[in-house]
């Protein structure tokens, strides 16, 4: 076969998406979330990979997992705090192993662009003791997750691939090449190996820790860490976009530079702070490298703790060597706004009227807290809309408190927390904010829209049928611009002492035609 010449410009998400392509990947699954999003929507052009929005990211984890133990070579993609969401099927994939390479693509958000926190995951790979990879490009992030296919079938383990936002969504000129198929795997029965009960899983734990054994002298080889050694009076151990920006700023610094970060690479390290007076590390977020450093007792200066907040921008990196704390200029900025024409917006102007509690979600939605509106109190994460509803209205007295969700929301993480409310006999009232679509993350279908990733027609689940079903003693169906008949119905819903769901159904204003095209398809 001919190799392939094309050069495109793309981002780190597309040229991410296109490696993975290239390396044979089969299945793909996730969850909507900036800054990952593009990368499952890039995959799904391909026909040769089964791409696939789950419902939420712990079952697009198992979904994906179980393929790559079926034997395809198989890839599970979230932003940051969507891997809490898969934390319990993470963890023990490290025990279990794999068959065919299963890789997980965490998007980290320094800044916390689109964000509740700016938790930072390469964490998660000394808890779950699971090789990290880290690119600093997209042309990196295309190579590199080739390596990571192949590192998870040599090693027997799945390998986390952590990028950022930077790089999620940064462009960079790439090569394109030919996708080359991995070869076929066969499932084999082996319950001592993917059945987790405690005898079986103390074995495998035995066998973890001989992997990371093995793991560890692969990182001090691997090409992925380089030193690079100009002027040993200053050098830098760095990972990621910060590998980029000090070398604006110190292109005649040493460096060391690591892609394959956990295992760390100790004698690497060692090595390079022998050679080199000066040895700052520089890293967005928490000191994960630093700390490795200091384990080893290696004279590493790290950066201020004030430079832990936030991303690390290339002006800030002179300070950071200078031993000085953040001092960061206020850049005045317009802040976001429900659009105009969102149906969430009469919503909203009826819940400030009424001048009740509202637990709110993550969505555009949560959008309600700032003005005109300043009628949201509450938002921690997927889901919390309808479970801080159940706490709160069994603590606060004296105010009604309504909970509120969006319908991809629901479907995600809200489903249990009503049944929980029912259960519990909690009263109330809980709005559904259907607007037919994944708003927040740029129009992505979900089950009940009764589309698929590829756009293609499937099962559409019905939000009202599943709420009566979970236990919601009255469902009402309104369509939000009856602005008079939604506000009667919410006082009444309010007066009763019932559990109930008013769902607010009205298409988001910027996917109408989306959405029209879709069902005429």
């Known amino acids: 076969m001919a190799k392939s010449s094309k050069i495109v410009l793309y981002s780190g998400n597309e040229a991410l998406a296109s490696g993975a392509y290239e390396a044979g990947l089969k299945f793909a699954t996730g969850y909507p979330g900036t800054p990952s999003t593009e990368i499952l929507q890039f995959l799904s052009q391909f026909d040769e990979i089964d791409s696939q929005w789950s419902i939420n990211e712990k079952v697009a984890f198992e979904v994906a997992y179980a393929a790559a133990i079926g034997g395809k070579r198989s890839i599970f993609v979230s932003k940051h705090v969507g891997l809490n969401v898969a934390m319990d099927p993470f963890m023990t994939s490290s025990y279990s192993g794999i068959n065919a390479g299963f890789v997980i693509v965490t998007c980290d958000d320094p800044g916390m662009h689109s964000s509740q926190n700016e938790q930072d995951n390469r964490l998660f790979a000394r808890i779950a003791k699971m090789p990290l990879l880290e690119p600093t490009s997209p042309k990196e992030a295309k190579e590199m997750i080739k390596f990571a296919f192949e590192l998870s079938e040599k090693f027997d383990t799945p390998v986390i691939f952590r ?73 830098f151990i760095t990972s990621g976009v910060t590998y980029l920006y000090a070398k604006e700023f110190y292109p005649n610094a040493s460096y060391l530079k690591l892609g394959f970060s956990f295992p760390f690479p100790a004698e690497k390290a060692r090595k390079f702070c022998q050679q080199v007076k000066n040895v700052i590390v520089l890293e967005e977020l928490e000191p994960f490298i630093e700390n490795n450093c200091r384990l080893l007792g290696l004279k590493v200066k790290g950066k ?144 009940a829209t009764g589309y698929t990733l590829k756009g293609e027609i499937t099962k559409n689940l019905v939000i009202e049928d599943i709420c009566r079903v979970a236990g919601a003693d009255n469902v009402d169906v309104i369509d939000p611009t009856h602005v008079e008949l939604l506000e009667e119905t919410l006082r009444k819903r309010l007066s009763e002492d019932k559990l109930s769901v008013i769902i607010a159904r009205r298409p988001c204003i910027l996917m109408v035609q989306k959405i029209k095209k879709q069902k005429n398809s």
């Open 163 to 235: 990028m950022t936002t930077r790089i999620c969504h940064s462009k960079e000129n790439i090569i394109l090449g030919n996708r080359v198929e991995a070869k076929a795997r066969n499932f084999e029965v082996n319950p001592q190996k993917y059945v987790m009960i405690p005898k079986f899983a103390l074995m495998r734990h035995e066998e973890l820790e001989k992997r990371m054994i093995k793991l560890k002298k692969v990182t001090e080889t691997s090409t992925l860490n380089k030193i690079e050694i100009n002027d040993k009076k200053l050098g």
């Open 304 to 447: 201020d703790l004030s430079f832990c907040i936030g991303e690390i921008r290339p002006e800030f990196i002179p300070d950071i060597v200078a031993g000085k704390k953040k001092n960061e200029k206020k850049v005045v900025s317009r802040p976001p706004q429900l659009c105009l024409g969102c149906p969430h917006r009469l919503v909203f102007n009826i819940l400030k009227k009424l001048d009740v509690i509202v637990s709110g979600d993550i969505g555009c939605y949560t959008l309600g807290v700032l003005p005109p509106f300043s009628s949201l109190h509450t938002c921690l994460c997927m889901g919390s809309g309808i479970t801080f509803q159940e706490g709160l209205s069994k603590t606060i007295h004296g105010k009604k408190v309504v909970g509120v969700i969006g319908d991809s929301t629901f479907v995600h993480s809200g489903i249990t927390g009503l049944i929980n409310s029912a259960y519990n006999k909690t009263k109330g009232v809980i709005i559904i904010l259907d607007n037919g679509t994944t708003a927040m993350t740029g129009g992505q279908p979900h089950p």
